[in-house]
């Protein structure tokens, strides 16, 4: 059970707010993936048929509190930091939470393709897992990109995740088993400065 204090979480930096949303904001989150639906393809797992529909993000947001509470999975969605109430332009997901010894989790990201080039998902990830480190009490992170997602691969470096290993045919992406960069970030070396 995650710590009751640190839930809620609601994470600012200079430029961005990353926070849970509540089912009545499916609108907005089904606005952000369809508007990157071909931004996304490349690098996404399969996506089921009802998708890129208001009811399947009604359901998911409306578990997100849950899945929080239980530690299964923390998603955070990020917008604006002066836009607060306006578009998401980005996701930063939490998954695979395993506490006892390990605590560890499993990191997923994406930023909206108007977005990109602004420094914006280094900003949300550094704050998100100071925050995941100081505040869940998580040790380690792990994240893992295709070797063609070269941006990805620069995010996950500027903030000191290590490169551990090559994982072949480890995830169905864009229609077929890809081959992986595995890498981590242990608390002992927080995120690099920007
Ligand atoms: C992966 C992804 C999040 C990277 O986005 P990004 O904009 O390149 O990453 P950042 O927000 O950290 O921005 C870094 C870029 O902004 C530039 N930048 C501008 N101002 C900056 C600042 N204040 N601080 C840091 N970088 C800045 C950097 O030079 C860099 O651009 P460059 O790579 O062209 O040199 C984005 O491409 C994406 O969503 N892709 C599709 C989904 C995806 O791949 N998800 C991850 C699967 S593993």
Redesign the pocket.
């Known amino acids: 059970m995650a710590n009751p204090a640190a839930l809620e979480p609601v994470i600012d930096t200079p430029r961005l707010r990353l926070s849970l949303l509540e089912p009545a904001d499916a609108p907005r989150v089904r606005q952000y993936f369809e508007r ?1 639906r071909q ?2 393809r ?3 797992p399969p996506r089921p048929e009802h998708f890129f529909t208001d009811d399947y993000w009604r359901d998911k947001l409306e578990q997100a509190r849950p899945d929080l509470e239980a530690d299964r999975a923390i998603r955070l969605w990020v917008v604006r930091y002066d836009a607060a109430a306006g578009p998401v332009i ?1 996701t930063v997901n939490f998954t695979r939470l395993v506490r006892g010894p390990f605590q560890c989790a499993g990191l ?6 108007a ?11 550094r704050a998100a897992i100071t925050w995941l480190f100081e505040r869940q009490g998580f040790h380690r992170v792990e ?4 070797p063609e ?8 470096a ?1 903030l000191g995740f290590v490169v551990e290993g090559y994982a072949r045919s480890y995830l169905m992406v864009d229609g077929a088993w890809r081959d ?1 960069v595995l890498t981590s970030l242990t608390r002992r070396s927080e995120p690099a400065a ?1």
């Open positions: 990157n931004h996304f490349i690098w996404d980005g997923g990201y994406s930023l909206d393709e977005a990109v080039g602004h420094g914006f998902m280094q900003e949300a990830l994240a893992n990109y295709r997602n070269v941006r990805s691969g620069r995010v996950l500027a992986h920007p």
